[in-house]
């Protein structure tokens, strides 16, 4: 090959201008052109200025910057057989022989059927605060929202203390509740409410009940955006009305989690895994996920990534019964 793409797409993710800067330095060490695509699947759609040449100035001073300088976008467009068809017109124009894509499961959706449709390989990076692909121990920003996570309970746990209140902390986690179990082992919470275990809120109710008889001043609950029950502002309503004199507060983290400069794991991992697409794309490979497993280097098909289902960390759920026993 003798020139690449590489682009972003989804949402955001701390670490992602690590792992383009990653892959345009690994690409022109190895004698490969790099052309940056704005917009990810939209600009690639429009083509034009959307298309960028990249050089080793272009990614310098960004390692530790949040977002993507790259853009990045959901197209709706590249969902149809027309929308794909101008994208390899524009590829083609181009000159892209191959192409890195940075993001999570709806951006390698799109590129395994780009593929499977007009034969321009990828390989992609993880990029997805959220840590649900299959086929890597850690996805770019995972940390870093874990971490920002974790210093906001901290600060709530202040208030919570000083008001003796209950605080519902609502985490980013629509499908997964990666964030949330760690970030209520490393902030000390009391319990996770996770889209993965259907959990009712009789068993919050039966914990306040329990904290009222103990005498315990105050307590975290730390809920992911996607659980069972609605989300942690119909949790407190509902505690509201089935607990008499029940006060508690709710905070919301949202997308203050997607964003910051990256952590120094995310900064090393992105970086990996960036050098390890583009050795990846270099060695003939395609359709395929560079991820990090037991510290290694270690390519998952598309479908694979796509579709199998990661799991919990059960010793972890484990902790946090015995951890608030």
Known sequence: MKKIAVFTSGGDSPGMNACIRAVVRTAIYNQVEVVGIMQGYKGMIEGGENFQPLTSRSVGN??????TIL????????????????????????????????????????????????????????????????????????????????????????????????????????????????AT????????????????????VEFFKSRSESKKSFSIIIVAEGNYEGGASAISQMLNKEIPGFESRVVVLGHIQRGGSPTAYDRVLASKLGYGAVNALLAGEKNKMAGLINNKICLTPFIDAIQQKKSLNGDLLTMIDIFNT
Request: some cysteine; charged content about 25%.
């Open 185 to 204: 082992i490393a902030g000390g919470a009391e319990i996770v409410m996770l889209p993965e275990i259907k959990e009712d809120h009789h068993k919050v």
């Open 62 to 67: 960004i390692i530790q910057r949040g977002g």
């Open 71 to 182: 853009k990045s976008s959901r197209s709706k467009e590249f969902m149809t057989p027309e929308g794909r068809k101008k994208a390899h017109e524009n590829l083609k124009a181009n000159g892209i022989e191959g192409i890195v894509c940075i993001g999570g499961n709806g951006t390698f959706t799109g590129a395994e059927i780009f593929y499977n449709e007009f034969g321009i390989p990828s390989i992609g990076a993880p990029g997805t605060i959220d840590n649900d692909l299959y086929g890597t121990d850690l996805t770019i920003g995972f940390d870093t929202a874990i971490n920002t996570a974790v210093q906001a309970i901290d600060k709530i746990r202040d208030t919570a203390d000083s008001h003796g209140r209950a605080f519902f902390i609502e985490l980013m986690g629509r499908d997964a509740g990666f964030i949330s179990l760690a």
